[in-house]
């Protein structure tokens, strides 16, 4: 049996802000969200789409999101928030500590970010976040921002692929790390525990997102990457540096082998775990 929005709303608290719907397949959560949204002003922030499965999952750059039925969540939300561009990051900032709070309480593991949208469970990746925001040209704040949450809660039937195996991860790692209530678990009632913790995280944070209070702490505290040598990938290789601190915004202020800091608010960095 698929993913019932039951799973979901039996555990949440905020029934009233979200409307959730789940489909079979999809090639995209993110992509159906947002076509959805171009053509319908009046769909509501708390809009929820998941997917069992995607054919065409993707994450930043493009990049494939490996997807199969029946044991990840893939889902996207539609919010309308009050900000500036540079403030977008925050929304996934926000994000990312929902979903590792969600996963610390469900699934007992304790987790790591990687700046600015990557959660990581035993140095393996084990979600990726894609924020994407629609802007018309007279208008200060988003029309809409659709987020997307790709989580790998169980080792796929078959394993992850070849390419994958040294990278990805699931969060449900073994049930020794479960409680008592969680021996006789079921795949969609702790799928449906982690959807609900993570969309009640992440309204208590949007409602605070301005002030950054409840949250950017926390995702400075879960980093990966601060204080560690890492790689700026604006070329093949590579530019050398060490992170130094997340400012406010969630950019990463890095230093440069030259000594020279630099502010990055976009990008991709790699770091040996």
């Not at 500590?97 to 304790?110: F, N």
């Not at 007279?138 to 992850?160: A, C, R, W």
Request: aromatic residues 8%; hydrophobic residues 40%; contains cysteine.
């Amino acid at each position: 049996m698929m993913l019932q929005p039951s799973h979901i709303t039996e555990q949440l608290e905020n029934k009233d802000f979200y409307d959730i719907e789940i489909f079979e397949v999809l090639e995209s959560t993110n992509k159906t969200l947002k076509s959805m949204a171009a053509t319908d002003d009046t769909l509501r922030e708390g809009k929820v789409i998941l997917a069992e499965s995607q054919t065409g999952g993707h994450g930043r750059f493009g990049r494939a999101f490996f997807s199969p039925a029946g044991t990840g969540i893939y889902m996207s939300i539609l919010l309308k928030p009050r900000i500036l561009p540079t403030e977008a990051p925050l929304i996934t900032t926000a994000a990312a500590v929902a979903v590792a709070k969600a996963l610390e309480k469900i699934c007992h593991q304790p987790t790591g970010i990687k700046w600015i949208n990557d959660i990581f469970i035993n140095n393996r990746k084990v979600c990726g976040i894609l924020t994407e925001a629609s802007f018309t040209s007279t208008d200060s704040f988003p029309k809409y921002v659709v987020l997307g949450i790709g989580i790998n809660v169980f080792e796929p039937d078959g394993g992850f692929p070849t390419e994958l195996n040294n990278i990805a991860s699931q969060a449900m790692l073994s049930d020794k790390n479960s409680t008592p209530d969680d021996i006789n678990y079921n795949r969609n009632e702790i799928r449906g525990k982690i959807i609900a913790s993570v969309l009640d995280y992440l309204l208590s944070f949007y409602k605070e997102l301005p002030s950054r209070n409840s949250f950017l702490e926390e995702y400075r505290n879960r980093s990966l990457v601060l204080g560690k040598p890492i790689r700026i990938m604006d070329s093949p290789e590579g530019t050398p540096a060490t992170a130094l601190s997340i400012d406010d915004n969630c950019n990463l202020i890095v230093r440069l082998e030259n000594g020279n800091t630099i502010t990055l608010n976009s990008g991709e960095i790699s770091i040996k775990l």
